[in-house]
């Protein structure tokens, strides 16, 4: 019980002086572009009727596809000590189709 509390104290403290730290160290010097504020490279001062590039959506969606397929394929390896090759036929499906998708993504252009 006591080596709980004290480990609590400490971690407590430490926290707190690390966050005393981060207020106190940097040094804060706005300008104009600082405080400006930022909207995914869009001019948030500008109409919000001008058009934009598909391409940027384009990027965003590869992008979150390639990141579900390691969330899909990271836990594999811990997957297959109870049926190996099942899971191996799976994720080799799994990477077959993405890797399709994006022979066709390439071949239409969409990654210029």
Same mark, same amino acid.
């Given at each position: 019980? =006591?080596?709980?509390?004290?480990?609590?104290?400490?971690? +407590? *403290?430490?926290?707190?002086?690390?966050?005393?730290?981060? !207020? &106190?160290?940097?040094? =804060? @010097?706005? %300008?104009? $572009?600082?405080?400006?504020?930022? $909207?995914?490279?869009? %001019?948030?001062?500008?109409?919000?009727?001008?058009?934009?590039?598909?391409?940027?959506?384009?990027?965003?969606?590869?992008?979150?596809? !390639? %990141?579900? #397929? +390691?969330?899909? *394929?990271?836990?594999?390896? &811990?997957?297959?000590?109870?049926?190996?090759? =099942?899971?191996?036929? &799976?994720?080799?499906? +799994?990477?077959?189709?993405? @890797?399709?998708?994006?022979?066709?993504? &390439?071949?239409?252009?969409?990654? #210029?």
């Amino acid at each position: 019980m =006591n080596l709980i509390l004290l480990m609590l104290m400490i971690t +407590i *403290l430490v926290s707190t002086l690390l966050i005393t730290i981060g !207020f &106190w160290l940097p040094i =804060n @010097t706005p %300008d104009q $572009e600082k405080v400006s504020p930022y $909207e995914c490279g869009f %001019d948030p001062l500008g109409s919000a009727r001008l058009p934009f590039s598909i391409r940027f959506f384009l990027v965003a969606i590869l992008f979150l596809l !390639f %990141d579900l #397929e +390691i969330a899909l *394929l990271l836990p594999t390896p &811990w997957a297959t000590q109870e049926s190996p090759m =099942n899971m191996i036929v &799976w994720s080799f499906i +799994i990477l077959m189709l993405l @890797t399709l998708g994006l022979m066709y993504e &390439w071949a239409q252009g969409g990654l #210029e």
